[in-house]
């Protein structure tokens, strides 16, 4: 079993930065890639980044890249995405999984309850 939490979702001006943050616990955590999803009202929950079970493959969406990093912290329990340059079409509700790494929802095992991000201008 591995349990996912995010944190650091908040308000934020367009043109402004924040930094989600994964924490995940289970004996087996270290063996997963870790995603970040998002999902924003009336649409379908969408890939943003995942990183590797060994944190040296990193993938984004064409919607992120440039913009935004994902990293796992030095004890690997933990998984950051630091987004910068926010935009109004960034607004969603961040979700933080455990599973393969892979653009689709469905490679993933474990779903943490979700971080509300909004961008206003």
């Known amino acids: 079993q591995v349990n996912v939490v995010e944190s650091g979702g908040g308000l934020v001006q367009a043109g402004g930065s924040l930094r989600l943050s994964c924490a995940a616990s289970g004996r087996t955590f270290n063996t997963y890639s870790m995603g970040w999803f998002r999902q924003a009202p009336g649409k379908e929950r969408e890939f943003v980044a995942a990183i590797s079970w060994s944190g040296l493959n990193t993938y984004y969406s064409d919607s992120v890249k440039g913009r935004s990093t994902i990293s796992r912290g030095n004890a690997r329990n933990t998984v950051y995405l630091q987004m910068n340059r926010l935009k109004l079409e960034d607004t969603a509700v961040y979700y933080c999984?455990?599973?393969?790494?892979?653009?689709?929802?469905?490679?993933?095992?474990?779903w943490g309850q979700g971080t509300q991000v909004t961008v206003s201008s």
């Open positions: 999984a455990a599973g393969s790494a892979s653009v689709s929802p469905a490679e993933y095992r474990y």
